[in-house]
């Protein structure tokens, strides 16, 4: 490695838009079609082959695609859905949009997934969901989700908006399930920029969503219209499906790197005695079931014994050119959550995560030498701030 790139500052995410992506978008653009059409139809077309036939549809963004699902669920004012602090603010913001009541129970810390036994002591006679979130791309026990589901007769809202190719079992997150939701933001593991999609199972929800997605317009023959259920503008325009769909067609290798670099990093880990510093690494795997697309590769610092805290180690990190990130802080102490009743305590496992957890850099073009810098200058800065 060249002393300049040595130097180089490593950001924690960066998205691989290539020659192709690009080639894409300016075709769309000169095509005279530029909002939704033929790209997004293409879109939905290629998800729905790579999750086994379902229908899907594509939205705006993963928040959107969410806000869609709970309204296709019917779920509205009075009604409960239980999910987990430990999430980007949009899962629970949306049960908000729709006038429900988010339940927030505590997570595993191992997984740092929801604790599906916590979800079942929620459930009240007013629960009509489940919104599970799979942390960094590692599915929860979803043979377990589903017979709870099946149990108390309740819908399943999977946030997978960090789990495109993802498994469970060796299938596909998405390939099976109630109503799946995956992001395709900048961040995530193959993007549109911003984007989203649902997975569904019924023929007459898909088409509710669809109608959902723009103003709830039906269309009959050349000039008939009509609204008979008010939706809102959150339809994919082709623009962003064109980038979608030459970023979906790299899938495969863009999983398989991400994996070869969590082996990396599993070793360079323990090269470097992160665990001895008293630093939690990842799951590499929950069991031989659930096997995850390596969305982030998240570790979780002993905040209390760091001078300056989480923060600290943040800082001197970036100084040394490593970007690291927060996924995330846990949500339930938000003012505005707190001002629904929720504070310190409550959910003790997930408020210790929120405030030691960090993400390192993870993205397909980082290189093992990468990785090892992330580690060393990692176990270097702790070893000068914890006390
Ligand atoms: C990215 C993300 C979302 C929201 O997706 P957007 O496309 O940014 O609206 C929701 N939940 C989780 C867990 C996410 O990571």
Same mark, same amino acid.
């Given at each position: 490695?060249?002393?300049?790139?040595?130097?180089?500052?490593?950001?924690?995410?960066?998205?691989?838009?290539?020659?192709?992506?690009?080639?894409?978008?300016?075709?769309?653009?000169?095509?005279?079609?530029?909002?939704?059409?033929?790209?997004?139809?293409?879109?939905?077309?290629?998800?729905?082959?790579?999750?086994?036939?379902?229908?899907?549809?594509?939205?705006?963004?993963?928040?959107?695609?969410?806000?869609?699902?709970?309204?296709?669920?019917?779920?509205?004012?009075?009604?409960?859905?239980?999910?987990?602090?430990?999430?980007?603010?949009?899962?629970?913001?949306?049960?908000?949009?729709?006038?429900?009541?988010?339940?927030?129970?505590?997570?595993?810390?191992?997984?740092?997934?929801?604790?599906?036994?916590?979800?079942?002591?929620?459930?009240?006679?007013?629960?009509?969901?489940?919104?599970?979130?799979?942390?960094?791309?590692?599915?929860?026990?979803?043979?377990?989700?589903?017979?709870?589901?099946?149990?108390?007769?309740?819908?399943?809202?999977?946030?997978?908006?960090?789990?495109?190719?993802?498994?469970?079992?060796?299938?596909?997150?998405?390939?099976?399930?109630?109503?799946?939701?995956?992001?395709?933001?900048?961040?995530?593991?193959?993007?549109?920029?911003?984007?989203?999609?649902?997975?569904?199972?019924?023929?007459?929800? /898909? !088409? %509710?969503?669809? *109608?959902?997605?723009?103003?709830?317009?039906?269309?009959?023959? +050349?000039?008939?219209? #009509? $609204? @008979?259920?008010?939706?809102?503008?959150?339809?994919?325009?082709?623009?962003?499906?064109?980038?979608?769909?030459?970023?979906?067609?790299?899938?495969?290798?863009?999983?398989?790197?991400?994996?070869?670099?969590?082996?990396?990093?599993?070793?360079?880990?323990?090269?470097?005695?992160?665990?001895?510093?008293?630093?939690?690494?990842?799951?590499?795997?929950?069991?031989?079931?659930?096997?995850?697309?390596?969305?982030?590769?998240?570790?979780?610092?002993?905040?209390?014994?760091?001078?300056?805290?989480?923060?600290?180690?943040?800082?001197?990190?970036?100084?040394?050119?490593?970007?690291?990130?927060?996924?995330?802080?846990?949500?339930?102490?938000?003012?505005?959550?707190?001002?629904?009743?929720?504070?310190?305590?409550?959910?003790?496992? /997930? !408020? %210790?995560?929120? *405030?030691?957890?960090?993400?390192?850099?993870?993205?397909?073009? +980082?290189?093992?030498? #990468? $990785? @090892?810098?992330?580690?060393?200058?990692?176990?270097?800065?702790?070893?000068?701030?914890?006390?």
């Amino acid at each position: 490695m060249t002393a300049t790139a040595a130097q180089a500052f490593l950001p924690f995410v960066k998205p691989n838009i290539d020659a192709d992506a690009i080639a894409e978008v300016g075709k769309v653009l000169a095509s005279g079609w530029i909002t939704s059409g033929p790209k997004m139809h293409a879109f939905e077309a290629a998800l729905s082959e790579l999750f086994g036939g379902r229908h899907v549809r594509t939205f705006a963004n993963g928040s959107a695609t969410m806000e869609i699902a709970l309204r296709v669920a019917n779920i509205g004012p009075g009604d409960e859905v239980i999910t987990t602090p430990i999430t980007w603010v949009a899962t629970a913001n949306v049960v908000i949009t729709v006038g429900a009541r988010p339940v927030f129970v505590d997570i595993d810390p191992r997984t740092r997934n929801i604790n599906l036994d916590a979800v079942e002591a929620a459930i009240t006679p007013r629960t009509r969901a489940i919104m599970p979130v799979y942390l960094s791309g590692l599915p929860v026990d979803m043979d377990r989700l589903y017979a709870i589901a099946r149990k108390h007769d309740l819908r399943v809202i999977e946030d997978a908006a960090q789990a495109i190719d993802s498994r469970w079992r060796g299938q596909r997150i998405g390939a099976f399930g109630d109503l799946v939701s995956f992001s395709f933001q900048a961040n995530k593991n193959i993007t549109s920029v911003e984007g989203g999609c649902l997975v569904m199972n019924s023929p007459e929800e /898909a !088409e %509710r969503a669809e *109608r959902l997605r723009l103003q709830g317009v039906i269309r009959t023959g +050349m000039d008939g219209m #009509d $609204v @008979e259920e008010p939706g809102g503008k959150f339809n994919l325009t082709d623009v962003n499906a064109a980038i979608g769909l030459s970023q979906l067609a790299h899938l495969d290798s863009i999983t398989a790197r991400r994996a070869e670099l969590a082996e990396t990093y599993f070793r360079c880990a323990a090269d470097s005695g992160l665990a001895e510093l008293g630093i939690e690494l990842p799951l590499p795997r929950d069991g031989d079931l659930a096997t995850t697309n390596w969305h982030m590769f998240q570790v979780v610092l002993p905040a209390e014994r760091i001078e300056g805290g989480r923060n600290a180690v943040m800082e001197a990190m970036r100084e040394r050119g490593v970007g690291t990130g927060v996924h995330y802080p846990a949500l339930h102490l938000f003012s505005y959550y707190r001002s629904l009743g929720w504070r310190e305590g409550m959910l003790p496992h /997930a !408020e %210790r995560i929120g *405030r030691g957890i960090v993400t390192l850099p993870m993205f397909p073009a +980082m290189q093992a030498a #990468d $990785v @090892e810098r992330v580690c060393a200058t990692l176990s270097e800065t702790c070893k000068r701030l914890f006390k």
